[in-house]
């Protein structure tokens, strides 16, 4: 019913808010009963189930859509996110290491990915948010492998190819870049900190507006951030909002990426294989056979090719220690590695490849 007055409509709102709560409350009993029957069961482990999380925000972002909005899509999933994530909690909370300090694009992707209910721990390194998983000291870990502008994350691709763990999940997240300082004026500043990934991404800016000031790489933006806060006047930071909340920065120029559309991916790394949801990435690497023979490449994608599978990406990495010049080969492509189809072409190119390996087989990415 539309309202007539400011009284009524608050009237109404107020009526569903209490619905809402209600709703809520009950959504929760429900989950903590779920984590008894799982018990009961003698599923002991986290209750976090890629797959199904997957399913439910895909299934909120079409009921938004046939209805019209008016939030968007966004808005809607992040709700929902937050109300899966709190009633999770009540199941088994999670710990998910993230490369830090506090106020990274890394912690952005955990928080987007998991929600706020979750047990954020940060780490120095990606190799120690690995370790962190591989330990059980945290049940995932988020860590970046690519950037739209800047390219693949060496230190994620590396880790990748040792590892136990599995790709649980991707995240995509716009990323927008803002320059930071205690200095209230942009010329005061003569030293700018950040990730090597971010200079690389605000280039451009960074030539035309600060062309003669200091260019420092740190290991993450959280850290440039800090970096600026402890130094004071005249350095800045290239990092998040959120960061420059956390140190209390001054927000000095915003949006400083040569690209509006800059986005990074991130990957959920954890123990289990999530189920297919039917929109699911798989990803792979493999060695050829001394790749630097004709055709040796070819040889590996060709199954790929005669499944009708769709590559959305490849990349290579140099394998440390080869006088060979050989190459590890990440590929991902659309679909299971459950699917009988997928897994027959997966067969063929294990058996001509000198190393081959799944990383994961997990949803792709509901926004």
Same mark, same amino acid.
């Given at each position: ?53 997957? !399913? ?34 009540? !199941? ?39 370790? !962190?998983?591989?330990? #059980? ?43 930071? =300082? ?39 933006? #959280? ?16 990092? =998040?909002?959120?960061? #420059? ?62 499944? #009708? ?5 490849? !990349? ?52």
């Amino acid at each position: 019913m539309n309202p007539k007055s400011l009284p009524e409509a608050r009237q109404q709102i107020d009526a569903l808010d209490e619905q809402i709560q209600t709703l809520i409350s009950r959504r929760a009993r429900i989950a903590q009963q779920i984590a008894h029957i799982k018990q009961g069961m003698g599923d002991t482990g986290d209750h976090y189930r890629p797959s199904r999380e997957a !399913e439910v925000l895909r299934q909120v972002i079409a009921r938004n859509q046939a209805a019209g909005g008016p939030l968007t899509d966004e808005a809607i999933a992040r709700l929902m996110r937050e109300i899966m994530s709190a009633c999770l909690s009540l !199941e088994s909370p999670l710990t998910v290491a993230y490369l830090g300090p506090e106020g990274t694009y890394t912690q952005a992707a955990v928080l987007k990915h998991f929600g706020d209910s979750v047990r954020a721990r940060a780490n120095s390194a990606i190799d120690e948010i690995f370790r !962190e998983v591989e330990s #059980g000291a945290a049940d995932y870990g988020v860590v970046p492998v690519e950037n739209s502008t800047g390219g693949v994350v060496i230190h994620t691709l590396d880790e990748l190819i040792h590892t136990k763990l599995r790709i649980c999940g991707e995240v995509t997240l716009p990323v927008h870049h803002h320059l930071l =300082s205690a200095a209230d004026d942009l010329a005061a500043v003569t030293k700018v900190y950040s990730h090597p990934q971010s200079f690389a991404q605000c280039r451009k800016w960074l030539d035309s507006k600060l062309p003669h000031a200091i260019r420092e790489t740190v290991s993450s933006n #959280g850290q440039a951030a800090r970096q600026a806060r402890e130094e004071g006047n005249g350095t800045a930071a290239i990092a =998040s909002l959120q960061a #420059g909340r956390i140190n209390q920065l001054n927000i000095l120029a915003s949006n400083i990426e040569d690209d509006p559309t800059n986005t990074t991916r991130f990957l959920v790394i954890g123990k289990q294989d999530p189920a297919a949801t039917g929109d699911d990435v798989t990803s792979v690497v493999m060695m050829a056979h001394r790749s630097d023979t004709p055709g040796a490449l070819f040889k590996l994608l060709q199954p790929f090719a005669d499944a #009708g599978l769709d590559m959305s990406r490849i !990349e290579s990495r140099p394998a440390k220690g080869s006088a060979a010049r050989d190459y590890y080969f990440f590929i991902d492509f659309v679909g299971h590695a459950s699917d009988p189809k997928v897994r027959t072409a997966l067969d063929v190119v294990q058996r001509e490849a000198a190393f081959f390996k799944v990383l994961g087989a997990y949803p792709r990415a509901v926004l």
